[in-house]
Nanobody, 124 residues
C-alpha cells in the first residue's frame, strides 16, 4: 500500500507559478514510477507528466511541455511539479499517482495508487 499526499495548490494569476509536492509513504518509493494528472471541471482526467525510476526519464503532455517540470527526490519520497507561466486553462484538481514497473505512464490504468488531489486555480 502507498499513501500519497499532495500539497501546494492555490490561486494564482495567469503568468504566475506554483510548485506542487506529493509525499509518498508505505512501500519503497524508489520502486514506483510516478505521475501527475489533472481534472478540470466538466472534463475527463488527463495526463500531465510522469517520471521513471531514473530521474532523467520524464514525460510531459504537449499542453504543459516547456512550462512544467516534474522531478523526484527519492530520499524525501517526494515528487514535485513546478508549474510556470500558468494559464487559466491549467485550472484543475491535480492528482499524484504511483505506478509499478509495467504499463504506459500516459495511461491512468497503469497507476495503482492515487492521492486526494490539490486544487489549482489560475485567474485571467
Amino acid at each position: 500500500q502507498v499513501l500519497l499526499v499532495e500539497s501546494g495548490g492555490g490561486l494564482v494569476q495567469a503568468g504566475g507559478s506554483l510548485r506542487l509536492s506529493c509525499v509518498a509513504s508505505g512501500r519503497p518509493f524508489s520502486t514506483h514510477r510516478m505521475g501527475w494528472f489533472r481534472q478540470a471541471p466538466g472534463k475527463e482526467r488527463e495526463f500531465v507528466a510522469a517520471i521513471g525510476w531514473d530521474v532523467r526519464t520524464v514525460y510531459y503532455a504537449d499542453s504543459v511541455k516547456g512550462r512544467f517540470t516534474m522531478s523526484r527526490d527519492n530520499g524525501k519520497t517526494t515528487v514535485y511539479l513546478q508549474m510556470n507561466t500558468l494559464k487559466p486553462e491549467d485550472t484543475a484538481i491535480y492528482y499524484c499517482a504511483a505506478a509499478g514497473d509495467s504499463g504506459s505512464l500516459y495511461a491512468q490504468s497503469t497507476y495503482d495508487y492515487w492521492g486526494q488531489g490539490t486544487q489549482v486555480t489560475v485567474s485571467s
